[in-house]
């Protein structure tokens, strides 16, 4: 039995804006009949805003939910704010998904790209009309053949996920989850991702990487730790070590420490792409 | 508000039975010895683990109860017969098992194939009948062990062992042959000698014994190294202090399995008829994936076309209703079910199969329960499916 959230329930129970839009002005497709799950999302779009969206989906109750909720999530905002949704917002919106679900979230992600990069052509044609089906847009290199899984989308969802393992990289995105053969090449592109972060963040002057590591401090960690009456400040850095001093209501609170390992360092590390060591000062 | 439940998932395991607990209870209470003790005190355990002996040797029909060992579940009874075997014929590196077996004995011989064993894999046709001929010419000089399911656990699909028997021994006297049985005990009658099966293993809580007890037969013509060492209890053949309140039940379970095989094969047996022919008729993209195979009575494995198996799963729970699914998504492993892959079933239906198993506590009003529930799910499922088109043509073909 999966753990699903009640909002997953919810959404698969009762769908919101099931079926198709007959003048849609793009259409996204993601997964295939074969792979065990496929959405189509529709969308109108008038002056630049989603005015509606609709789904059609194949899939477990997670896909269902995640195109559900991707629909709620997208009515009424700007292409270019739909355009900066990614899986984890999908996941994040549902109260989270079991690891092995993520990639229907994933596929959420897909679809819309697929649909937005439809809109954005000059004069759009149907493929589906045209061909009586809809061919599997290629996007890149195949590296896992039994889903169809490109190297890009393996990417995009090390760096939106901050993925860190070919078991996690299979949970998002299928990709390695059949006969297994193409795993050691997803091994290969974690490490290519990292390195290359890792050589980014090695050609930053020490003022850059403090800009850097700052910034991430006060727009993702500062704003959420205010919520609550507390607050972070960047102290110094030494290397791969930052040194904050908790403030407010998170100065002597007990659980600062889980607070700071559990949420700020994690948040540090996905933004960052590298391993750090959070140091509190007291 | 307590919950309906209509448990058709059967062949996943089984409610235990009033009187199967009944009979375990003292054994756990006031008869507490060691049954391989000296005084008068361990008499009635080692007595009822005699009786529980019998009624298993009589419930597989065994010449002698010698050939009965007590295992703690299918996979050991699996993994004591096959590496039990290999390992006391090591000069030999052949095994042939089929595409469909569970994957408990499936990932053995995938671990036994790194280990230097050549393993061949017989097919299945899309009633998800094994191919005779081609386990026929597999067979060789080499070959230690044939391996195969006397019934399929996701279709019910029934192996002619008497036939598959004939065919190995014809070709070579000296290979032997195990049976999991898991998936017949207690629905069909097993004969272990009339069939010619060498070895032959049963799980106790798919007939209404509790989880974590099963048996294997060896016949007594047949050697196997044990696969647990330590004590002398099992004859040598399984160390490990006997379970008694738990062989007790496996016993109790089994005698009256026996006294319910003629319910099976009428009543449980009408019952599932009726399911499945109602869905069939009721629900355009349903399909049944075994066709005409001879199956266990209790079985039925269904796909629905072009929608998926976890969320009718999810619905079929709403309401209380469980079954199970050959979908990729509920295993968490991402690959629908490997033997309605092997059967080919086609794509369009093989994440949307449901597998539905009935037991002697099934009634005529929960089966007409679902037959009235179903169709509404299905319906639902299907509004929501991207494959609008392709319905409808099925729509128009099954009219």
Known sequence: ?282 | MTQKLIYLDNNATTKVDEKVLEAMLPYFKEEYANPSSMYNFSKKSSDAIKEARATIRDFVNAKDEKEIIFTSCGSESANTAIRGVLNYNKTKKHIITSKVEHPCVLNLYQSLEKQGYRVDYIGVNSNGELNLEELDEAVCEDTALVSIMWANNETGVINPIGKISEIVKSKNKDTKLFVDAVQVAGKIPIDVQANGVDLLGISGHKFHAPKGIGALYVNSKTMITPLIIGGHQERGKRAGTENTPYIVGLGKAAELAQSYLDYEVTEIKRLRDKLESNILSKIYNARLNTGVANRVPNTTNIGFEYIEGELILLHLSDLGICASSGSACTSGSLEPSHVLRAMNVPFTAIHGSIRWSLSRYTTEDEIDYVIEKLPNIIEKATSISPYQKELQALKELRK
């Open chain 1, 1 to 282: 039995m999966w753990d699903y959230s009640e909002k997953v329930m919810d959404h698969y129970r009762n769908p919101r804006n099931v079926g198709a839009i007959d003048d849609a002005d793009a259409i996204g497709v993601a997964g295939s009949l074969t792979c065990g799950d496929q959405l189509k999302i529709y969308l109108k779009i008038e002056n630049n805003i989603v005015t509606d969206a609709k789904f059609q989906t194949f899939g477990c109750g997670s896909a269902v939910a995640s195109s559900s909720i991707l629909t709620e999530m997208i009515i009424g905002k700007t292409v270019e704010e739909v355009k900066k949704i990614t899986n984890k917002d999908i996941a994040d919106e549902l109260g989270g998904l079991p690891p092995e679900k993520m990639h229907c979230s994933v596929m959420g992600y897909e679809a819309l790209e697929d649909a937005l990069k439809n809109f954005n052509k000059e004069e759009y044609v149907d493929l589906d009309d045209l061909l009586g089906h809809k061919p599997q847009e290629q996007k890149g290199k195949i590296i896992c053949t039994c889903f169809q899984i490109t190297e890009e989308l393996i990417w995009d969802a090390i760096k939106q996920n901050g993925l860190k393992t070919v078991e996690e990289v299979t949970n998002y995105t299928k990709a390695g989850g059949a006969c297994g053969k193409c795993k050691s090449i997803i091994q290969d592109i974690i490490n290519t991702y990292y390195n290359k972060q890792q050589a980014e963040i090695d050609k930053l002057t020490p003022t850059q990487w403090i800009l850097k590591v700052n910034n991430v401090i006060e727009t993702q960690i500062s704003p959420e730790l205010q919520k609550d009456g507390g607050d972070i400040e960047l102290v110094d850095i030494k290397n791969k070590s930052i040194y904050v001093k908790l403030k407010g209501r998170c100065s002597g609170c007990k659980n600062s420490t889980m607070t700071l390992k559990n949420f700020a360092e994690k948040v540090l590390q996905d933004s960052l792409g590298t391993d750090i060591t959070l140091i509190e000062v007291k």
